[in-house]
């Protein structure tokens, strides 16, 4: 994944830094995120949540499948562009926007996804653990993330050392006794590198589901 270069890293987190990113070209591929769409295609569909939107394509993704889909982003400018492309596809989902560093879980869903969201420590933390509060009875929560073995992946322009983390570090933060499935995941794939050179991403996964 690219990033706008900021000469502020704390830039990188406000509402402003990505209004100005996603007003200009495409920034992501417009793929769903593989690890997204192998787990949620096991699922039933049902109520999600795609915390960290961005410019939809998991929420256009997932509300393609079936499901009903809220979207949360930091930047209205993003969400606009998401209710845009939806509403051209004929497909209906919520857009809410909300700022990670304040969010707290007000309600539950079947699937709760958060893909790739860079924050420090202990944001972080207390983001993993709002987005484990929004999942509901049975349903499925999915983070995934950068390893700290993955060196080809940073947001450009920031020494954020601590946005990375293994899938098992969010395995343990959450209670077995609440949780029937707790897998914390290290997983190769393959991708193009800003030089359209093949390279391999390393990510952490965690994917627990909540019990009945």
Do not use: K
């Amino acid at each position: 994944m690219t990033h706008q270069h900021t000469e502020h890293p704390e830039d990188y987190f406000t509402r402003e830094f990505w209004d100005e990113r996603y007003s200009g070209e495409q920034v992501w591929s417009g793929n769903p995120n593989p690890h997204l769409v192998t787990y949620a295609a096991q699922l039933p569909p049902g109520t999600a949540l795609d915390f960290g939107s961005g410019e939809g394509a998991d929420a256009i993704w997932l509300a393609e499948q079936g499901w009903q889909v809220t979207a949360i982003d930091i930047s209205p400018v993003a969400l606009e562009g998401v209710s845009v492309r939806a509403e051209r596809l004929g497909l209906a989902l919520t857009c809410r926007q909300a700022d990670a560093f304040e969010w707290s879980a007000d309600q539950t869903y079947d699937l709760v996804s958060a893909q790739f969201m860079h924050l420090p420590r202990p944001a972080l933390t207390r983001l993993h653990q709002e987005l484990a509060a929004s999942v509901g009875p049975g349903g499925t929560l999915l983070i995934v993330g950068h390893h700290p073995d993955d060196v080809g992946h940073a947001p450009e322009g920031t020494t954020f050392d601590d946005i990375r983390f293994t899938g098992d570090e969010v395995a343990s933060t959450l209670d077995p006794a609440e949780w029937a499935t707790i897998d914390g995941l290290r997983l190769e794939r393959e991708w193009i590198d800003r030089d359209g050179r093949p390279a391999v991403a390393v990510d952490a996964v965690l994917r627990a589901v909540r019990r009945g």
